[in-house]
C-alpha cells in the first residue's frame, strides 16, 4: 500500500476544516477494550485504500500483455490483496500511539480500543506471510521479491522514518512504487522499460498529492512532531514548489512510454492533456493565495488523475496497439 495511499485515509468524509493539534485526545490504554468484530479487524486492513496497491499491480500485469493465465491473475489480485491488508494492519499497531493523539485517526480499530494490539500484530504478520506464499507459488519468484521489498521498505523503512526524518514522505513514496513491479514481473517475468516507468509514475504522483494533504493536516502532524516538510515550512512555499517540481517530472515521465514506442497516438493526446491538468493545479498551489484551498484542488485532481493516466495506457497497450 502506497503512502499517499494511507494518508488519504486520514482524511475526514466530506473534506472539513483545518484540524487542530489534537488537545484533548486520550492514551489508547485508558480506552475500554470491548469484543472486537469482524467489522473491526476489516477496517484494520483499510481495504478501500489498499485497493490502490491491486489495481496499480494489475495496471503492471496487463500492461505487459501476458497470455491469460487464470491462476496466475488471480494470484497476484489475491497476493496484493493480502500484502497490502497486512502492511495497513502492522502499520496501525506500530503507530497507534501517534494516531491516538491526532483527532482524524483518534477512533482507529487500536486507539478506539477496539482491536488489541497483539491481534492486529498476529492479523498483519499472517496477512503478509499468507500474501508472500500466494504469490511465490502462484505467481513466480521475482513478483514475491517485490512483495516481500514493499512489506519491508514501507515498515522498516518508511513508518519509522515518519518521526525521525525531513524525507519521509519520499521514503513512503519509493516503498508505495513497488506494486506496479509486482505486476510487470507477474505478467512478463522480468522487469523492462515500461514497468520502470509505471515505478517512475508512481512514485512522482505521491508527492505532490502527499503534499497537498499534508499541507492541510499539518498542525496534526506537528502535534506528534513528524518533521515532515509541510510542519517545517510555516508559510507553504517550499512545500507548493516541492509539490511542482516532483509534478514536472511526473509528467515528463508519463511521455516516455510514447517517446520509446511502447504505445500509440491515442496514450499521447490523453497524456497531454491530463498533465497540463495536473500542472496547472501544482502551479496554482505555488501561486495562490489561499493555499489551503489550492492544496485541496491539486489533492481531488490527484485523485481523479492517476486512474485516469494509467487506465489510457492500458487501453492503448491491450486495446489499441495489441
Same mark, same amino acid.
Given at each position: 500500500?502506497?503512502?499517499?495511499?494511507?494518508?488519504?485515509?486520514?482524511?475526514?468524509?466530506?473534506?472539513?476544516?483545518?484540524?487542530?493539534?489534537?488537545?484533548?485526545?486520550?492514551?489508547?490504554?485508558?480506552?475500554?477494550?470491548?469484543?472486537?468484530?469482524?467489522?473491526?479487524?476489516?477496517?484494520?486492513?483499510?481495504?478501500?485504500?489498499?485497493?490502490?496497491?491491486?489495481?496499480?499491480?494489475?495496471? *503492471?500485469?496487463? $500492461?505487459?500483455?501476458?497470455? =491469460? &493465465? /487464470? %491462476?496466475? #491473475?488471480?494470484? +497476484?489480485?489475491?497476493?496484493?490483496?493480502?500484502?497490502?491488508?497486512?502492511?495497513?494492519?502492522?502499520?496501525?499497531?506500530?503507530?497507534?500511539?501517534?494516531?491516538?493523539?491526532?483527532?482524524?485517526?483518534?477512533?482507529?480499530?487500536?486507539?478506539? *480500543?477496539?482491536? $488489541?494490539?497483539?491481534?492486529? =500484530? &498476529? /492479523? %498483519?504478520? #499472517?496477512?503478509? +506471510?499468507?500474501?508472500?506464499?500466494?504469490?511465490?507459488?502462484?505467481?513466480?519468484?521475482?513478483?514475491?521479491?517485490?512483495?516481500?521489498?514493499?512489506?519491508?521498505?514501507?515498515?522498516?523503512?518508511?513508518?519509522?522514518?515518519?518521526?525521525?526524518?525531513?524525507?519521509?514522505?519520499?521514503?513512503?513514496?519509493?516503498?508505495?512504487?513497488?506494486?506496479?513491479?509486482?505486476?510487470?514481473?507477474?505478467?512478463?517475468?522480468?522487469?523492462?522499460?515500461?514497468?520502470?516507468?509505471?515505478?517512475?509514475?508512481?512514485?512522482?504522483?505521491?508527492?505532490?498529492?502527499?503534499?497537498?494533504?499534508?499541507?492541510?493536516?499539518?498542525?496534526?502532524?506537528?502535534?506528534?512532531?513528524?518533521?515532515?516538510?509541510?510542519?517545517?515550512?510555516?508559510?507553504?512555499?517550499?512545500?507548493?514548489?516541492?509539490?511542482?517540481?516532483?509534478?514536472?517530472?511526473?509528467?515528463?515521465?508519463?511521455?516516455?512510454?510514447?517517446?520509446?514506442?511502447?504505445?500509440?497516438?491515442?496514450?499521447?493526446?490523453?497524456?497531454?492533456?491530463?498533465?497540463?491538468?495536473?500542472?496547472?493545479?501544482?502551479?496554482?498551489?505555488?501561486?495562490?493565495?489561499?493555499?489551503?484551498?489550492?492544496?485541496?484542488?491539486?489533492?481531488?485532481?490527484?485523485?481523479?488523475?492517476?486512474?485516469?493516466?494509467?487506465?489510457?495506457?492500458?487501453?492503448?497497450?491491450?486495446?489499441?496497439?495489441?
Amino acid at each position: 500500500m502506497s503512502a499517499a495511499a494511507k494518508l488519504r485515509s486520514d482524511l475526514p468524509e466530506g473534506g472539513g476544516p483545518l484540524p487542530g493539534a489534537g488537545e484533548g485526545v486520550d492514551d489508547p490504554a485508558d480506552r475500554p477494550q470491548h469484543p472486537a468484530r469482524v467489522a473491526d479487524y476489516v477496517e484494520l486492513t483499510k481495504p478501500r485504500l489498499s485497493l490502490l496497491s491491486v489495481i496499480t499491480a494489475l495496471v *503492471g500485469y496487463l $500492461a505487459a500483455r501476458p497470455p =491469460f &493465465v /487464470l %491462476g496466475e #491473475l488471480l494470484g +497476484v489480485i489475491v497476493g496484493t490483496s493480502l500484502a497490502a491488508g497486512g502492511v495497513a494492519a502492522l502499520n496501525q499497531w506500530m503507530e497507534y500511539d501517534t494516531d491516538a493523539r491526532m483527532k482524524r485517526t483518534a477512533e482507529r480499530p487500536i486507539p478506539a *480500543g477496539r482491536v $488489541a494490539t497483539g491481534s492486529a =500484530f &498476529v /492479523l %498483519g504478520w #499472517l496477512m503478509c +506471510v499468507a500474501a508472500l506464499g500466494v504469490i511465490f507459488v502462484k505467481v513466480n519468484g521475482l513478483a514475491a521479491s517485490f512483495t516481500l521489498l514493499t512489506i519491508a521498505a514501507y515498515l522498516g523503512w518508511y513508518t519509522p522514518a515518519k518521526r525521525w526524518s525531513r524525507w519521509s514522505t519520499e521514503i513512503g513514496a519509493l516503498a508505495g512504487a513497488f506494486p506496479p513491479l509486482i505486476g510487470w514481473a507477474a505478467g512478463e517475468g522480468r522487469v523492462t522499460a515500461l514497468g520502470w516507468i509505471l515505478f517512475g509514475i508512481l512514485f512522482f504522483w505521491q508527492i505532490p498529492h502527499f503534499m497537498a494533504i499534508a499541507w492541510i493536516y499539518r498542525r496534526d502532524y506537528a502535534a506528534v512532531n513528524f518533521p515532515m516538510l509541510p510542519v517545517r515550512d510555516e508559510a507553504g512555499g517550499r512545500v507548493a514548489r516541492w509539490a511542482l517540481v516532483n509534478t514536472i517530472a511526473l509528467v515528463l515521465i508519463t511521455f516516455l512510454p510514447w517517446a520509446l514506442g511502447l504505445t500509440g497516438r491515442c496514450y499521447l493526446g490523453s497524456t497531454m492533456l491530463l498533465g497540463a491538468w495536473f500542472l496547472g493545479r501544482a502551479v496554482q498551489f505555488v501561486r495562490a493565495e489561499d493555499r489551503d484551498l489550492a492544496a485541496r484542488k491539486l489533492f481531488l485532481t490527484s485523485i481523479a488523475y492517476l486512474p485516469l493516466q494509467l487506465g489510457v495506457l492500458v487501453v492503448d497497450r491491450v486495446i489499441l496497439s495489441a
